[in-house]
């Protein structure tokens, strides 16, 4: 043996290796997942989940007071997670394998030694998920599990989650904190959860638990970090902060009676809970978030003496903490329970069986929900006797008949409720479009769908509180249940208004504020990896608002500003614009929505909305005509700009010359730069009547600007000639001439062949603008004398 000290070692590693499997073998052959559940190893997924899910009901350590149910629930637990899991399904019908053995037949995590034939791995040490405490287990939490039942079930009440793994030696000196603090918060009501990072990693990036221990609260679907030593105090301390302030309301002699009839306007029973402690007890708290929604809650501090009145009000015992809730009689309340050690399970039945008031108001489609559920059995039939009112003081004494009347009718099968016809005037149009009736009146139906669907009818005679009425309602109401065939009409409800929408802005200033103290939170603790996502998000939308600013002020600037080219300067033909065709093409490439242009007449009564108050960014482009060139210059306008007709910031009109020419004049006159060069320099032409027909003005009524289009000259002068007296008859009889034989080639609607090329660069704001201080009135322009 000492002559082959290698060949010992290894005969030594491999007897080791056996025993160890053999103890796995033996441990594995004691526990058998399917044998637990009691299903086949053919059994489907839906039928493990049904299986687990009945004996979880029947095991479960709250139910069953059996000494060995948590161990057995435990057992239980353990072999959904096997079955559940594919992989591990898998494995444990391979090889046999459960939390205690897993890491047998996977890929060694260890190190190999002298062959391939054995390796050191965390198994051989025993350091193994039987290690772990059976709290653990029992709260293990899977990513699918997480997200389809704890996420929606926090905003009931709250998580505590730890975030481990199993070779986290610290784990180990904080676990007999943490099993004391799941002890005490798990009996009031808050979830507990524990992830372990090596198994699920998917669930731990999600949570943005990077690091092993780690302690995290999620409420509301929001995760939140533990930064503090890890005591069982500060852990407490926590799970309180998690809550929405301003739950529970201090109650004092001052403010009870406007607590107690704030039932009218919030719709809501009222629970007061009376102690001698100065603090709000947790588990009244956590009752307090779970039942927000349906009640109020107030606290009562019964060792101050600012509650002496209250005490003696009520008959109240300082030896026991006391509850009473409320409904619509403020003076007496509706229920009561006193105790002396505060459960859980007592509290939430105690709330939950007066959630509602006695006759509550249908102000959403939850409560709805809630009061009249939808029919699932015969057995469990329930009726909704359904009051449209008014919200009126007409209306008070018929409203009060109705819950005198409910008050003595307080079987299970009915419920009594009344909406404000106003409020939700779809719900009753559709309860009362087959007869002819206003409010107030009865109406009892019976819910057969979430969808909507009804069964019910109106109860004759209306609803007027009298004594007949009432013996009418109790009389149809005995006859429905012994014939559920009395309801005879059926109908599809819309859904409820939200009658508290608009208290949307205060819960979103609440849930911003939220957000502020978190993100100061995590600044203070310098929690940067948990803080990079809202930072990034906060830094992007700050970028997009700002750059959106800027460029919108420099593109307004652009607009604003004049163009350099100088009026005088003529629009460019197409031989000196070389990449005309690109341009027309490029905004010409929206394709016309219609096969025709529409070009409306610019008068005094369209002036106004065609111009004057057009829309910022709109333009108006208007051909100037007179009635004898109308049909010929109308049909070449109509050809010229067809092709721009697609764009929805272009109008077109016509202006009449032969009626607005003082119109054009004084336009004109306001911008002096757009008048003709032949005006200005030749003089003696002011008795000459200006030809403006063909001439083509871009209206931008906004912005106070226009550009100018002047005609190709066709040779059609007027009458007057553009020769000075000076130049003599020979010149006047030259100019007529050369007018004539120019008139003979050409035609009038030549006037407007380049006004496509004019239009191009409309659109590429390229042309002159010419500005005015305001738009001249079109019908109240003195005539020229």
């Known amino acids: 043996m000492g002559a082959n000290p290698k060949l010992f070692l290894r005969r030594l590693f491999r007897l080791a290796a056996l025993l160890v499997l053999l103890d796995y073998a033996a441990e594995a052959s004691e526990f058998n997942p399917y044998k637990v559940l009691g299903v086949s190893t053919h059994s489907s997924q839906a039928e493990i989940k049904k299986a687990y899910k009945q004996l979880a009901r029947e095991w479960h350590p709250d139910k069953n007071k059996d000494p060995g149910a948590e161990d057995m629930f435990i057992k239980i637990t353990k072999s959904y997670e096997i079955l559940s899991n594919e992989e591990r399904r898998a494995n444990y019908d391979r090889f046999g394998q459960t939390d205690e053995n897993q890491h047998h037949g996977q890929a060694p995590q260890g190190f190999r030694h002298f062959h391939d034939s054995f390796y050191f791995d965390q198994s051989f040490f025993h350091f193994t998920q039987s290690t772990r405490d059976f709290t653990d287990s029992k709260h293990l939490l899977r990513y699918e599990h997480y997200m389809n039942e704890v996420v929606p079930d926090s905003f009931k ?22 099993k004391e603090t799941v002890q005490e918060l798990e009996a009031v009501g808050v979830g507990i959860g524990v992830v372990d990072i090596g198994y699920e990693k998917r669930l731990a990036n999600h949570l943005g638990a990077h690091r092993t221990p780690s302690i995290l609260g999620l409420i509301n679907g929001k995760v939140t970090f533990f930064h503090y030593a890890i005591s069982r105090e500060h852990l407490r301390q926590f799970v309180e902060s998690l809550l929405p302030q301003r739950l529970v309301e201090k109650v004092t002699d001052y403010n009870y009676l406007q607590f107690l009839n704030g039932w009218r306007e919030e719709n ?7 102690d001698t402690v100065p603090t709000v007890p947790l588990l009244y708290k956590l009752t307090s978030f779970a039942y927000r929604d349906f009640v109020r809650f107030g606290y009562v501090d019964q060792g101050l003496t600012e509650t002496t009145s209250i005490l003696q009000q009520f008959n109240i015992n300082t030896y026991a903490p006391t509850m009473l809730l409320f409904k619509e009689n403020t003076e007496k309340p509706a229920d009561v329970i006193q105790f002396r050690g505060m459960k859980k399970q007592i509290i939430d039945e105690f709330v939950s069986n007066n959630r509602f008031l006695l006759v509550p108001r249908l102000v959403n489609q939850k409560v709805f929900d809630e009061l009249c559920p939808v029919k699932q059995f015969h057995r469990r039939r329930k009726y909704c006797v359904l009051l449209i009112t008014g919200e009126d003081e007409a209306f008070v004494s018929v409203n009060d008949a109705f819950f005198d009347f409910a008050s003595s009718n307080t079987k299970e099968v009915l419920r009594f409720a009344y909406v404000y016809q106003r409020q939700q005037q779809p719900l009753c149009d559709t309860l009362l479009k087959n007869e002819d009736m206003s409010p107030p009146q009865v109406i009892i139906l019976e819910r057969r769908s979430a969808a909507g669907k009804v069964l019910y009818r109106t109860v004759t005679g209306g609803w007027n509180g009298s004594d007949e009425d009432k013996h009418r309602l109790h009389e149809q109401l005995e006859l429905l249940q012994r014939d559920p065939s009395f309801l005879t009409y059926d109908a599809m409800l819309p859904e409820l208004n939200n009658e508290f929408a608009s208290m949307f802005l205060i819960q979103w200033a609440n849930v911003a504020y939220d957000y502020l103290s978190q993100m100061y939170f995590d600044l203070l603790h310098s929690n940067w990896r ?36 100088k009026a005088k300067e003529s629009p460019k033909t197409a031989e000196s614009s070389p990449n005309a065709e690109n341009t027309s093409s490029f905004f010409s490439s929206r394709p016309p929505k219609k096969n025709f242009v529409e070009v409306t007449e610019l008068t005094d009564v369209t002036y106004t909305s065609n111009l004057v108050r057009l829309r910022p960014g709109h333009i108006n482009v208007v051909l100037v005509l007179t009635e004898a060139s109308k049909q010929v210059l109308l049909k070449k306008f109509a050809k010229e700009v067809y092709s721009f007709s697609g764009s929805h910031t272009l109008h077109y009109s016509f202006l009449n010359v032969d009626k607005h020419i003082q119109w054009m004049d004084t336009l004109l006159e306001l911008a002096p730069d757009a008048r003709p060069l032949d005006d200005e320099e030749v003089e003696g032409t002011s008795s000459c009547k200006q030809d403006y027909t063909g001439y083509v003005l ?23 000639s553009r020769s000075s007296d000076e130049d003599g008859g020979a010149a006047r009889v030259r100019s007529r001439s050369s007018s004539r034989q120019r008139a003979s080639t050409l035609q009038i609607h030549h006037k407007l062949d380049r006004l496509s090329l004019w239009m191009e660069r409309l659109m590429e ?12 009135d079109l019908h109240s322009i003195t005539p020229q004398k």
């Open 530 to 565: 948990e803080m990079m996502p809202i930072v990034s998000l906060i830094f992007s939308a700050l970028f997009i608002l700002f750059g959106t600013v800027i460029i919108q002020a420099f593109s307004d600037s652009g607009e604003e500003k004049p163009p350099k080219q």
């Open 698 to 720: 871009a209206l931008n009524g906004h912005k106070k600007y226009f550009c100018l289009f002047r005609p190709v000259f066709t040779g059609e002068e007027p009458d007057c």
């Open 765 to 776: 704001g390229t042309l002159p603008r010419h500005y005015v201080p305001a738009w001249p």
């Open 157 to 178: 009440r709250p998580y505590l989650i730890k975030i481990t793994s199993e070779w986290c030696f610290t784990c180990i000196h904080i676990e007999p904190i943490w």
């Open 268 to 274: 809501k029973p009222s629970v007061l809970l009376f």
